[in-house]
Structures are given as C-alpha cells and as structure tokens.
C-alpha cells in the first residue's frame, strides 16, 4: 500500500504554501505548551523544498517554540490546580512527577536538554513554571535547546537536499510502515507496564 508517498507528496506540496510559515510558528508554539505533534514534521518539508529559506525557517521554529515555551512556563505558574487533572486523565501523571525530580538535580541542563531531545517538551515547560524555575535560565536555556535542535533539523534537509528528497520519496511508504510497526510495538510494550 502506497499510502504514505501520496502523503508525502501532499506534505512538501502544503511545504511551499505562502502560509505555511505561519503554520509553522503556530504548530511550534502550541507544541511547546499543550499540543502533543512535533514542529519538525513541518520544518523538515519547508528547509527540504525551500533550502534557500532553511536558516529562516529554524529561526522562526525557535523562536516561536521559546514563547511557547514561555507561555508553558506561565501555564505551570497560574494554572497548574487546572491541569493537573489532565495529566492524570491523559497519562502524563508519572512523566510529570519524573520530570520534576530531574529539575531538583539538573534545573538549567533539564531544559537544555529537554529542548533538545524528542521528549515532550511542554512537560518540561510546565514543570519549570510549576516549581518556580528562575526566568532568564529558563529562556536561554530554551533558546539553546530549541535552537540546537531546529538548525540541525533544517542543516539536515539542506546538507541532503535534492538527493535526499529523491531518496526519501522512494523509500517513504517503507519508512512509514516500519514507524507505524514500531509504534504499534512500543504501545503494547508501555501499555504493559
């Protein structure tokens, strides 16, 4: 089945749309607070169909993902008592309490880190607001995080470019599968636990 070139295809079609910039800081600024999809699963498209816009793209992704970030921050400062059963209710609970521990030994490098990684990151905006994580460290911190990540992710799209892009198309139905399948194996492990 087929299913995911023709996705692809779709992808790096609505990668050169005149909004998709805008969509771009949306998706990261909502993924930084609440939003659970990832702002690279746009990024990689636009540096990939646009290379020569790349370094803006990462720019606008950090940006946008730091005052997401931001507004995490304020989410766990103001609006924790709201939330928290939420986290419950959409098995966040334990990641949370786990995330808070690592801010008792790491605070600076957690969100360096966090920013960095695939871990979800508005856990760790909102841990750093809910136990009142000072400010400045918090932003820098995010910048260089958030940053690393965005540039390597657009620095990876142009450094491949249209090979890449050729090569991807070829194999994308074989990539989707295989992650649907390790999805799907990671589900039932976790779901066991």
């Known amino acids: 089945m087929r299913i995911f070139s023709a996705l692809y295809s779709k992808v790096m079609a609505w990668s050169r749309h005149r909004f998709a910039p805008r969509y771009l800081a949306g998706l990261s600024f909502a993924e930084s ?28 992704t950090t940006i946008a993902s730091v005052v997401g970030g931001v507004a995490g921050y304020l989410i766990g400062v103001y609006f924790f008592d709201v939330l928290e059963p939420y986290l419950h209710q959409w098995g966040y609970w334990e990641k949370f309490i786990r995330v808070r521990g690592w801010f008792d030994v790491w605070g600076f490098w957690a969100i360096l880190v966090a920013g960095f990684s695939p871990i979800p990151y508005k856990l760790f905006t909102i841990s750093a607001g809910v136990i009142a994580m000072p400010f400045l460290p918090f932003v820098l911190a995010s910048v260089i995080g958030r940053g690393a990540r965005f540039y390597m992710v657009s620095g990876l799209m142009v450094w491949g470019g249209e090979r890449m892009e050729k090569k991807l198309h070829h194999y994308i139905d074989r990539l989707g599968w295989l992650v649907v399948i390790l999805l799907l194996v990671a589900y039932l492990i976790f779901r066991q636990e």
């Open 33 to 60: 607070s609440f939003f659970p999809i990832p702002p690279d699963v746009m990024l990689a498209p636009m540096s990939l169909s646009q290379p020569q816009r790349a370094w803006f793209f990462a720019g606008l």
